[in-house]
């Protein structure tokens, strides 16, 4: 089946530091992904909407600035979250879906746990 | 305004026993939707789903239940097993391919 992986998996850094997470589809091509973030305990919110060769889609409230994506292939999107700082500590969970359509399911990855000290 | 709920946090079964987990929402536009299922440290993964063109959709032990004019949908695990335990979102996928999900119920079977 579709398969969606993520790297790197866990991230410790300090504050002030920019942290790339990279979201790549293995069997299939991806015009579009999507980063979704998971606070501990609750539900996962969609960030932004990753799109192969245009801009990025950003939901409300979600700083462009601050967590920028690059989709430069159908397998690769990459989300930067830049001078990240504690509160920017969370899941960071990337998905995809396989030829696209509302009827086919979203496939994740594993996520990445990025820790901000 | 969340637009698809779980109303139960959390939910207990004995293993053999059904799990029934329920999910309401509150666009009537929305019209295809999925289960996932989440361990801690892992990305969400997909279980069932339904459109809204149909009314129940089985896979194995899984069995999906829409109920159109109630907004409401459920999942039904049966037999429910130890490995069952995990936290389960009702999701639904917009005509952007956007992802809405809902918060989530931990299941815990009880061997």
């Known amino acids: 089946g579709a398969v969606v992986s993520q790297h790197p998996s866990r991230v410790i850094c300090k504050s002030g530091t920019s942290v790339k997470i990279e979201c790549r589809s293995l069997?299939?091509?991806?015009?579009?992904m999507f980063w979704y973030r998971q606070f501990p305990k609750q539900s996962l919110m969609l960030m932004a909407t990753?799109?192969?060769?245009?801009?990025?889609?950003?939901e409300q409230g979600v700083e462009k600035d601050k967590f920028l994506i690059n989709h430069a292939s159908l397998t690769l999107s990459t989300l930067t979250v830049t001078s990240a700082h504690p509160e920017d500590s969370s899941f960071y969970i990337c998905s995809a879906t396989d030829r696209g359509g509302a009827r086919q399911p979203q496939h994740f990855g594993d996520g990445t746990r990025l820790s901000i000290l | 305004d969340q637009q698809v709920k779980q109303n139960s946090p959390s939910l207990s079964v004995q293993e053999g026993r059904i799990s029934i987990l329920n999910c309401d929402y509150t666009n009537s536009m929305f019209d295809y939707f999925l289960w996932y299922k989440k361990y801690p440290a892992e990305g969400p993964t997909f279980l069932i789903s339904i459109s809204s063109i149909k009314d129940k959709n089985e896979d194995g032990r899984f069995t999906v239940f829409l109920n159109k004019s109630a907004k409401h949908l459920s999942l039904h695990i049966v037999p429910s097993q130890p490995g069952d335990s995990a936290v389960y979102f009702c999701a639904i996928k917009t005509s952007y391919d956007k992802v809405i999900f809902g918060p989530g119920t931990s299941l815990s079977v009880i061997p």
């Open positions: 069997d299939f091509q991806a015009t579009t």
């Open positions: 990753s799109n192969e060769g245009s801009k990025a889609t950003y």
